[in-house]
């Protein structure tokens, strides 16, 4: 039996809230959860300092850091700076060599630069932004959890996606990955616990077996 809670920080994708882990439910006498929502960048704040921050917010000894999308990118940097039981990634990547190709090549081009998001800050044309290839039913599902609109936040968080830097993953990383996901499409991705039917927004629609997956994973 268990003396004490294991506490569960999730960091969300880029540019949403807490509500993308509405689905996510943990048993309450084992669990709790805490939410580590996006800090604004300061002026020329680098991945390493910003992840530094980040990681500060975990008040827990011996916890377990789960991030989705570009969460997953930011939970792996605040890896660094943190002793953890468990590090788990959804919908992401562990690696430069898991992007897709038009992410590497609009790293290349420096072509992200150019992604006005000064007219993007509406809810629709920022999940244009963050889920990828869209669907109508998506787009209303997905609409309504983006709320970091801040100009200076979008445009350090689209430049630190497809400029990460990481070649090498993390060993003991844990990573839910759907085989539907079309922002990260599985082709890239390798050691994965593969979600049949996932997309990218599996976090959302599919949070009863994400919930699961996560205490299987935080229990073994």
Do not use: C
Not at 80 to 86: A, N, S, W
């Amino acid at each position: 039996m268990k003396s004490e809670k294991t506490h569960v920080y999730f960091v969300p994708g880029l540019a949403a809230g807490k509500e993308i882990f509405r689905n996510i439910k943990l048993p309450e006498q084992d669990y709790e959860i805490h939410i580590l929502e996006w800090l604004i960048p300061k002026k020329n704040e680098k991945l390493q300092e910003y992840a530094k921050r980040m990681a500060k917010r975990v008040e827990n000894d011996n916890s377990v850091l789960v991030g989705v999308s570009f969460g997953g990118v930011m939970v792996q940097e605040m890896s660094e700076f943190l002793e953890l039981k468990k590090l788990i990634i959804i919908s992401s990547v562990k690696s430069r060599n898991e992007l897709p190709k038009r992410m590497k090549w609009a790293s290349n081009t420096k072509m992200y630069k150019l992604i006005p998001t000064r007219l993007v800050l509406g809810a629709k044309d920022l999940t244009k932004f963050a889920i990828g290839p869209r669907t109508r039913k998506r787009l209303a599902i997905y609409q309504e959890y983006l709320h970091v609109r801040d100009k200076d936040y979008l445009d350090w968080a689209i430049a630190n996606m497809v400029n990460w830097p990481r070649k090498n993953p993390i060993s003991e990383v844990y990573h839910l990955h759907g085989d539907k996901d079309p922002v990260f499409p599985i082709k890239n991705i390798s050691k994965s616990k593969v979600i049949h039917d996932g997309t990218h927004i599996m976090i959302i629609t599919r949070g009863k077996e994400i919930s699961q997956k996560l205490v299987d994973i935080i229990e073994e």
